[in-house]
């Protein structure tokens, strides 16, 4: 299954935006779905990630108690809610369906990403 990445805008710090990833040419069932980020000039990061069944979900330290992550299988579709945004935030996101591993490099299947900038 491929992925699109949208939602993707400019916010102010404290602000919030809310992603979708949503699947094609396939669904997102049973997979577990993956959100990373990167930044200009950094290496790609792992940010969040929920489980096949949408009970268990992880978060880098970056982001916990900010964002939150929720699937809707009905409409293969998983969301990412930002809040509290901060400037750092300010990346590239992209989402990835799989076994749920945080590595970046153990995805095959890649969308365009989605561009988030928090201004100060």
């Known amino acids: 299954v491929q992925q699109a990445e949208s939602g993707g805008g400019m916010a102010q710090s404290g602000g919030s935006l809310t992603l979708s990833c949503a699947a094609s040419?396939?669904?997102?069932?049973?997979?577990?779905v993956t959100w990373f980020r990167q930044a200009a000039g950094k290496e790609r990061e792992w940010v969040t990630t929920?489980?096949?069944?949408?009970?268990?979900?992880y978060f880098s330290d970056a982001v916990k108690g900010r964002f939150s992550i929720a699937r809707d299988d009905a409409k293969n579709v998983v969301y990412l809610q930002m809040n509290s945004l901060k400037t750092e935030d300010t990346a590239v996101y992209y989402c990835?369906?799989?076994?749920?591993?945080?590595?970046?490099?153990?995805?095959?299947?890649w969308g365009q990403g989605t561009l988030v900038t928090v201004s100060s």
């Open positions: 040419g396939g669904t997102f069932s049973n997979l577990a």
């Open positions: 929920v489980s096949w069944s949408g009970r268990s979900a």
């Open positions: 990835a369906a799989g076994s749920g591993t945080a590595r970046a490099e153990d995805y095959v299947y």
